[in-house]
C-alpha cells in the first residue's frame, strides 16, 4: 500500500520551529520573574517603611525624642523590631524564591499546552487529509485518493513490466430508486453497495466511490488477463442477492467497465476514460461488463478528444444557439425562444446538445458553457429589443448549473451589464435538479426569483415528479415533455398526463408550455385541454438568429 498523501515527513523547518519555541520560552519566563520580583521590591519597600516607622513610633513613645541616640536605643532594647528589621531580606529572598518557581511552573505549564495544541494540530491535519481523499457517504478513498493510487500503480506496473486494470462500475437504474425511496435510501444503497465490493477486493486493491453511483476498483498488478474475469466475476456475484433497505428487498445490478495498463492507456486519464467508454458500451449494450477495445472509441462518441475539442470551442466562441419560438395560444403571439445550443464541430459535423452537453456534465465543462450560453442569449435577446422585438429568452440550466451558488449573482452582472430586466428571463430547470438537493434548489431558485427571473420545470412527467417539491418551488411555468406531446393524439395514456399536467399545474397557479408540437392537430387538441403556449416544429425548428427574425415577420404578416 503506498502512503504518499497519508504521511508527513518532518518538515525541514520543523527543528528550527522548536528552537524559536524553546527561545520564547525562555524569554517568557525572564518576563514573568521580572513580574513576580516587582512584587518582591514593593514587599521589600513596605517591610522597610514598616520597620521605619515603628522605630520612629517607638523612639518617640518611649523617650518622647527622635535622634540617632535613642534610634540605637530602641533597635538594641526592641527585640519585635529585629523581627521587623529582618522582613525587607526575608521578602527579598522569598520574592526570588517564589519568582523563580512561579516562572518554571508557567513555562512547564505552557509547553504541556502547547504539546497538547501541537497534537492536536496534527490529529486535525490528519482528518482534514483524510476527509479531502475520502468520500463522506462510504469512507471509501475518492477520486483523488484513486489518482494517487493509479499514478503510483502505473509507476510501479512500468518498472516490473506489469499490467494493471482498472474496472468502473456504475449501478443500473440507481436514479429511480433514489426518486422513488428518497435520498436516505439511495445513500443506505450506496453504502450496502460499497461494503459488498470491500469484501471481494483485496488489501493492495484500491476500490473508490468516484460520485453518485459510481464505483472504481483498481487493481495494481494482474498476472494474467484471467485475473481480470476472476475479479469480474467476484463482483457480479456480489450483486447476486438483493440488497435490503428498510426491509424492501432491491435487486441491484450493475455495469462495469474495463481498461487495462498499458494495453488501453498510459496514464491516469486516459485509463480512467476508457474504462468509462467501456462501461458505457456495457449499459448501452446491456451487458454485465466491457472490457475496452479500440473500435469501442468509434461508437462512443470520440469521448477522448471531445473533451478538450469542446472546451476550445467554449472558449474559442466557436458554439452557437439557435433560439426556438414559443407561441401563446391565447394572442397567437410568439412572446419569447428557447435557447438551444448547437456545436459545428470541424470533423464529426453538427453535433447535438444531447450528445455533447452529458459530456460537459461529466468532465465539468458545464459551467463554462452554461455561462457561455447566458451571456450569448441575454446580448442576443438585448439586440432584439433594440429592434424593437420584445421577446422573453428562455435558458436551459443543467442541475450542476442551477445548484452552483454563483449563479444568482452571476446572472445579475449579465442582465446589470447589458441593461436587461430580469423578467425577460426563463430559467427551464429539471425536476431532476431539484430533487438532487431539494434545499440547495430551492434556496438559489428563491434568489433567482426574488432577481425577477422566471423558472420554467422542464422535461414535465419524465422524471420523478415530486409534488411536494413543486408547491414549493418559485416557478411560474411547467412545460410538458415532447415525449408525451408527440403521441397524444394516438396514446389515450400521453393524452391523459398532458391533461393531468395542465390540471395540476393550473391548480398551482403556472402556465402550462407544450414542447413538441409538429402538427395542426395537436397544437388544436392542446388549445381545447387548456394549454397556454405552444413550441415545437409545426411552428418552427430551432433557428439562427437571422433565420428567426425572417421567420417571426413572416409569422407576424400570416
Ligand atoms: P429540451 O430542453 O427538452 O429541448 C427541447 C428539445 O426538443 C430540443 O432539442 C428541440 O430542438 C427539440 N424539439 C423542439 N420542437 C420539437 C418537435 O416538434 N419535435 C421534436 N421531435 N423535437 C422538438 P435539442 O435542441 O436537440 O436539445 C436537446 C436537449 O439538450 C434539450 O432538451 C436540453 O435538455 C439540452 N440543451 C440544449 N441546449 C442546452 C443548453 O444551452 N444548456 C443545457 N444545459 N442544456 C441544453
Ligand atoms: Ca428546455
Ligand atoms: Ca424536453
Redesign the pocket.
Known amino acids: 500500500m503506498k502512503f504518499t498523501i497519508y504521511c508527513f515527513p518532518p518538515k525541514k523547518n520543523s527543528y528550527s520551529r522548536m528552537e524559536r519555541l524553546g527561545k520564547s520560552l525562555k524569554t517568557n519566563v525572564i518576563i514573568m520573574k521580572s513580574r513576580v520580583t516587582r512584587y518582591a521590591v514593593y514587599g521589600v519597600l513596605i517591610a522597610i517603611t514598616a520597620m521605619v516607622v515603628a522605630t520612629l513610633l517607638n523612639c518617640y513613645l518611649e523617650f518622647r525624642e527622635v535622634s540617632l541616640t535613642t534610634i540605637l536605643n530602641v533597635q538594641k532594647k526592641n527585640t519585635a523590631l529585629w523581627i521587623l528589621d529582618c522582613m525587607p531580606f526575608i521578602f527579598a529572598f522569598w520574592g526570588q524564591y517564589v519568582s523563580s518557581i512561579m516562572a518554571y511552573e508557567a513555562s512547564t505549564l505552557v509547553i504541556d499546552q502547547t504539546n497538547e495544541l501541537r497534537n492536536q494540530t496534527v490529529a486535525l491535519e490528519y482528518q482534514a487529509m483524510h476527509d479531502a481523499t475520502h468520500d463522506h457517504l462510504t469512507d471509501l478513498p475518492n477520486r483523488i485518493l484513486l489518482r494517487d493510487r493509479l499514478e503510483q500503480a502505473i509507476h510501479a506496473a512500468l518498472r516490473e513490466k506489469q499490467q494493471l486494470a482498472l474496472f468502473i462500475l456504475d449501478l443500473d437504474h440507481f436514479k429511480e430508486v433514489n426518486d422513488t425511496l428518497g435520498h436516505y435510501s439511495g445513500d443506505l444503497l450506496l453504502k450496502h453497495v460499497a461494503m459488498r465490493l470491500k469484501g471481494i477486493v483485496r488489501g493492495s486493491d484500491t476500490l473508490s466511490r468516484l460520485g453518485g453511483d459510481e464505483f472504481a476498483i483498481l487493481l495494481p498488478i494482474i498476472k494474467e488477463s484471467n485475473d481480470v474475469f476472476i475479479v469480474l466475476k467476484k463482483i457480479q456475484n456480489a450483486f447476486l442477492s438483493p440488497f435490503v433497505i428498510e426491509s424492501l428487498k432491491i435487486e441491484v445490478q450493475a455495469s462495469i467497465g474495463v481498461a487495462i495498463y498499458p494495453d488501453h492507456g498510459r496514464d491516469f486519464d486516459t485509463i480512467m476514460q476508457r474504462a468509462d467508454v467501456a462501461m458505457y458500451a456495457a449499459k448501452q449494450n446491456q451487458q454485465s461488463y466491457t472490457v475496452f477495445s479500440s473500435d469501442l472509441d468509434k461508437h462512443s462518441p470520440h469521448r477522448l478528444t471531445l473533451t478538450g475539442e469542446l472546451r476550445h470551442a467554449i472558449e474559442n466562441d466557436a458554439l452557437l444557439v439557435y433560439y426556438?419560438p414559443k407561441i401563446d395560444i391565447g394572442t397567437n403571439t410568439v412572446t419569447g425562444v428557447?435557447?438551444?445550443?448547437r456545436w459545428q464541430h470541424p470533423q464529426h459535423g453538427f453535433m447535438?446538445?444531447?450528445e455533447f452537453?452529458p459530456l460537459a456534465e461529466r468532465t465539468g465543462l458545464?459551467k463554462p458553457l452554461?455561462l457561455w450560453?447566458m451571456k450569448r442569449a441575454i446580448e442576443q435577446t438585448v439586440q432584439w429589443h433594440a429592434a424593437n422585438l420584445k421577446l422573453g429568452i428562455a435558458?436551459?440550466?443543467?442541475p450542476s448549473?442551477l445548484l452552483d451558488p454563483e449563479l444568482p449573482d452571476f446572472i445579475s452582472g449579465f442582465l446589470a451589464a447589458n441593461n436587461l430586466p430580469a423578467h425577460y428571463i426563463t430559467f427551464?430547470i429539471t425536476e431532476g435538479s431539484i430533487i438532487k438537493d431539494p434545499d440547495r434548489a430551492l434556496e438559489i431558485l428563491t434568489r433567482l426569483d426574488e432577481l425577477g427571473i422566471r423558472i420554467s420545470i422542464?422535461?414535465f412527467g419524465t422524471g420523478y415528479s415530486s409534488l411536494a417539491y413543486l408547491k414549493k418551488m418559485p416557478a411560474s411555468e411547467v412545460k410538458i415533455?415532447?415525449s408525451f406531446v408527440?403521441d397524444m393524439l394516438v396514446d389515450e395514456n400521453d393524452r391523459a398526463i398532458v391533461q393531468a399536467t395542465i390540471d395540476l399545474a393550473h391548480n398551482l397557479g403556472m402556465k402550462v408550455v407544450a414542447?413538441?408540437?409538429?402538427g395542426k392537430e395537436t397544437a388544436q387538441r392542446l388549445k381545447e385541454l387548456g394549454c397556454d403556449v405552444l413550441?415545437?416544429?409545426?411552428f418552427s425548428r430551432?433557428l439562427a438568429p437571422k433565420n428567426l427574425l425572417e421567420w417571426h415577420n413572416t409569422h407576424t404578416k400570416a
Open positions: 426556438q428557447e435557447a438551444l445550443v447535438s446538445p444531447d452537453i458545464i452554461s450560453v435558458i436551459n440550466l443543467s448549473t427551464e422542464d422535461d415533455d415532447k408527440l414542447e413538441g408540437v409538429e413550441q415545437g416544429y409545426y430551432p
